[in-house]
């Protein structure tokens, strides 16, 4: 059974910097494109960053390029988000999804990051 | 990108019903790019369908997913209770609709 386990979620100031985790298990993680969604308090569900299965093509959204940087590493079956220069509206659940046939089947259980002084 | 428009915002039916949920791309999008997905409060969403029309694993056939170019829909049959939820749907396994509803009349 597929299993992803996200970490490093806390609260932190503005302009602060984290850096989140997410460990795969239950599925081959290097023939899979990785993805991080988010989802602020009551709100909808935000793309955040997707990375290919060798780490060569990188995608971000716009509010979040240049700040955010995702990676991975297929010998340790692990996703990282390292986000820089935090904004209040930053704060939401951020989940690690991997990717198949265009959509999201494999999804973790979500990590609270909360911006705020 | 081409934007998602889902609608209506909120859909209020009885359980037993059919309920028809729309996503409406900005520009033409090919079918194998468009997903559906279920949230519960609290939990991580679940994929439904993919590729337009094809249930994931474990998905029972109340839901069907059809639609081509810009329009594309998630019919529900025979609502269950469990089915009450919110439902969004995605291009290309990035952008994501801002979601609809699905609430207990």
């Known amino acids: 059974e597929e299993q992803l386990v996200e970490s490093g979620g806390d609260l932190v100031q503005p302009g602060g910097s984290l850096r989140l985790s997410c460990a795969v298990s239950?599925?081959?993680?290097?023939?899979?494109?990785m993805t991080w969604v988010r989802q602020a308090p009551g709100k909808g569900l935000e793309w955040v960053a997707n990375?290919?299965?060798?780490?060569?093509?990188?995608y971000y959204l716009d509010s979040v390029r240049g700040r955010f940087t995702i990676s991975r590493d297929n010998a340790r079956n692990s996703l990282f988000l390292q986000m820089n220069s935090l904004r209040v509206e930053d704060t939401a659940v951020y989940y690690c999804?991997?990717?198949?046939?265009?959509?999201?089947?494999?999804w973790g259980q979500g990590t609270l990051v909360t911006v705020s002084s | 990108e081409s934007v998602l428009t889902q609608s209506p915002g909120t859909l209020s039916l009885s359980p037993g019903e059919t309920a028809t949920l729309s996503c409406r791309a900005g520009?033409?999008?090919?079918?194998?790019?468009l997903a559906w997905y279920q949230q519960k409060p609290g939990q991580a969403p679940r994929l439904l369908i993919h590729?337009?029309?094809n249930r994931a694993p474990g998905i029972p056939d109340r839901f069907s997913g059809s639609g081509s170019g810009t329009d594309f829909t998630l019919t529900i049959s025979r609502l269950e209770p469990e089915d009450f939820a919110v439902y969004y749907c995605?291009?290309?396994?990035?952008?994501f609709g801002q979601g609809t509803n699905l609430e207990i009349k």
């Open positions: 239950g599925f081959t993680f290097s023939r899979h494109w």
């Open positions: 990375i290919k299965e060798d780490g060569s093509k990188i």
């Open positions: 995605q291009q290309n396994g990035d952008h």
């Open positions: 590729g337009a029309y």
């Open positions: 999804a991997g990717n198949q046939n265009y959509a999201l089947p494999f």
């Open positions: 520009q033409s999008l090919d079918s194998n790019f």
